[in-house]
């Protein structure tokens, strides 16, 4: 049963045109993260929500953005797409951000696999 | 030195042959850390989280060892199907929920 679901698995778009893609969890989750992963590199986090309290990181362009309506679901919003934002985009959740028994495990949807033009 | 440092690989070995994947990491005090398995193209998949005491899934054994700031992955009776990146993964002292990966070691396994 898939737990982390992410539309579209690949996602074409144009220089400068805005994209959205989506993530969503059946396991209710308290955590939500995106991450960017180039081919051969480590997936970079971009930011995360613990519940409804959005978390950016320091260095994520303000080209991205993100919003999560409920529980369930979360968006990536890529406002003007540049070529070096190609990339696999990967959402993945937790069921908290403490260290203790596992809560903050992380499970990694398929991905989205965004091409720029 | 590196926040995760994993052996660099790649390993190739054949089918039924044990491996072992070492990881160091810099933080004496992290808590949390897990083995994930990643194939081309596909997202990381968690493979065993790594407990204290060690933990044991069929052919995977996972140690850790706190005093060293090592941990370990061993692959008994490798199956072609064991072929992937293996990500050493720390949630470092300090972040209660950033990922550290390593940059990962490759395994091919032959036929």
């Known amino acids: 049963d898939a737990m982390v679901i992410q539309n579209p698995r690949y996602q074409v778009t144009q220089f400068g045109k805005p994209v959205t893609l989506s993530c969503s969890q059946t396991l209710n989750h308290n955590v939500m993260y995106w991450y960017q992963q180039k081919s051969s590199q480590a997936p970079k986090l971009l930011f995360h929500y613990y519940d409804k309290d959005f978390n950016n990181e320091a260095d994520t362009p303000d080209n991205f953005q993100s919003r999560r309506p409920n529980t369930s679901f979360c968006f990536l919003d890529i406002r003007s797409p540049g070529l070096g934002d190609a990339a696999m985009y990967l959402c993945a959740t937790s069921r908290d951000r403490s260290g203790t028994s596992g809560r903050d495990t992380q499970y990694f949807g398929p991905g989205t696999r965004l091409t720029v033009l | 030195r590196k926040e995760v440092e994993q052996d660099p690989g790649p390993f190739n070995v054949p089918e039924g042959a044990t491996v072992a994947f070492n990881c160091t990491y810099s933080n004496s005090a992290s808590q949390s850390f897990f083995w994930y398995r990643q194939d081309c193209r596909k997202e990381p998949k968690l493979l065993m989280s790594?407990?204290?005491s060690g933990n044991e899934d069929g052919r995977f054994t996972a140690q850790l060892n706190r005093a060293s700031q090592y941990i370990s992955l061993l692959i008994r009776d490798s199956k072609l199907s064991d072929s992937a990146t293996y990500l050493c993964v720390v949630i470092l002292s300090g972040s209660n929920y950033k990922l550290t990966f390593g940059k990962g070691t490759l395994l091919t396994v032959n036929p």
């Open positions: 790594v407990y204290s």
